[in-house]
């Protein structure tokens, strides 16, 4: 195997099973910032290995185990300075009985979870634990969190390297929380879990339209969390993203280019995953003030789900649903859907004004889905130069090759 082919290998692994490496390197540990450090350290003889002897049968178990191998010698190196080290590396030495057991990650409740809250912990500021969580939990690089959460590379990989440490200095054990101390990590680990699922939904960067893979973890994510944690909220986040995900089978056609909704195939839409997610919903009313934001969210899903066609769905409703989600949880990225339910539901002209007001106060600067919207509008309005001009902005600001594809077949001649 050659080191493009054993690189290509290491990265497809890690993409699938990151958190749950992480997670039980945390777990055997006892510490997250040693833990993801010994992940990489097992990565890199991964791209070495791997391409001398080729992917092992079980490559999570061969990265699993040599990540091991390093805490051991990590453990050793410091006992002489440190009794407590002395002891783990004497606990953790591969010849005691049942270390193996200790070490599969299937004999625990989650560790994804628990590595979750970790960073997702109160000590870390709310932008940290959005990054940390989506480089430990979700496997994202730099760049595709700075892209999700529209900042610069650099200040991901600052955020990044802070939480470590002050995770490491404030010495946080790993495992879930206990039930008191959930609700003040709540709020972050939905959002984590929503930006995750966001970015397997819509990939920010690469080749492929959608990472299914991270979609379905966070997902996965989701429904664990509702055994945890019976909140409204939660439940509005799990309908959200089953009534999204009931979409997933229509979006690719047969080559892997997107389907836009219009043109989707609704025969090949999830109804076990509508029903599912449906359900949810009722449950994310809160008694205290109805739906929140991820159960408003979850609502608008709802509309696309139930309408046998664009032209059938209740977009006033939709309108509706977004006007109160953006006074509930302000964002660019809402106020450009609604911009687009305004277009549905009254013309484009009207939703072009949205989009304006968008641009003028300096939001999306730098993303390609405002110039991206302004476009398609502009060519419903018959403005072709100003539609293809807006087409070729989004162009030079896109980083998805599926997505920059089909821009390109926006573009008038």
């Known amino acids: 195997m050659s080191a493009t082919e054993a690189r290509s290998a290491v990265e497809a692994v890690w993409r699938i099973e990151s958190a749950r490496i992480v997670g039980a390197l945390a777990r055997y540990t006892g510490d997250f910032s040693l ?22 049968n079980q490559p999570t178990s061969w990265l699993l185990t040599v990540g091991r191998r390093r805490a051991i010698d990590a453990f050793r190196r410091r006992s002489g300075r440190d009794e407590r080290y002395a002891v783990l590396a004497r606990d953790l030495d591969e010849s005691t009985p049942g270390a193996d057991a200790l070490f599969d990650p299937d004999v625990i409740d989650d560790d994804v979870l628990a590595l979750m809250f970790i960073a997702c912990h ?20 730099a760049d595709e969190i700075a892209q999700a959460l529209l900042v610069p590379v650099p200040t991901v990989q600052a955020r990044i390297t802070r939480a470590k440490k002050t995770l490491a200095a404030g010495q946080i054990p790993f495992g879930v929380p206990d039930a008191a101390e959930i609700p003040e990590r709540l709020s972050s680990v939905l959002q984590v879990i929503y930006l995750t699922f966001t970015e397997g939904s819509y990939a920010s960067a690469g080749d492929a339209w959608m990472r299914s893979e991270l979609a379905s973890e966070a997902l996965r994510l989701a429904r664990v969390l509702v055994q945890l944690r019976s909140d409204p909220e939660v439940f509005g986040l799990l309908a959200l993203m089953e009534l999204t995900a009931a979409r997933f089978p229509a979006r690719l056609d047969a080559s892997g280019s997107p389907v836009l909704l219009e043109d989707q195939d609704r025969a090949l839409w999830d109804q076990a995953a509508i029903r599912r997610g449906r359900a949810a919903l009722t449950r994310a009313v809160s008694p205290a003030g109805g739906l929140r934001a991820y159960g408003l969210q979850a609502s608008i899903a709802e509309c696309h789900a139930v309408a046998a066609s664009v032209g059938e769905t209740d977009w006033s409703r939709i309108v509706i649903l977004y006007e109160a989600l953006g006074r509930l949880a302000p964002s660019p990225i809402i106020e450009l859907n609604r911009a687009v339910a305004v277009a549905m539901d009254s013309g484009p ?17 730098g993303s390609y889905l405002l110039p991206a919207v302004r476009g398609e509008l ?36």
């Open 378 to 413: 502009l060519l419903r309005l018959g403005r072709r130069e100003e539609a293809n001009a807006a087409l070729r902005e989004a162009l030079g600001l896109c980083r998805n090759a599926a997505e920059r594809a089909a821009l390109e077949r926006k573009l008038v001649n």
């Open 35 to 56: 833990a993801e450090d010994l992940a990489q350290e097992a990565l890199a003889e991964a791209l070495v290995s791997w391409s001398v002897d080729g992917v092992p």
């Open 122 to 141: 109160p000590v870390l500021s709310k932008e940290s634990r959005l990054a940390l969580t989506l480089r430990v939990v979700g496997g994202l690089t």
């Open 349 to 365: 002209a009207d939703g072009l004004a949205v989009v304006a007001s968008i641009a003028e106060r300096g939001e999306l600067a």
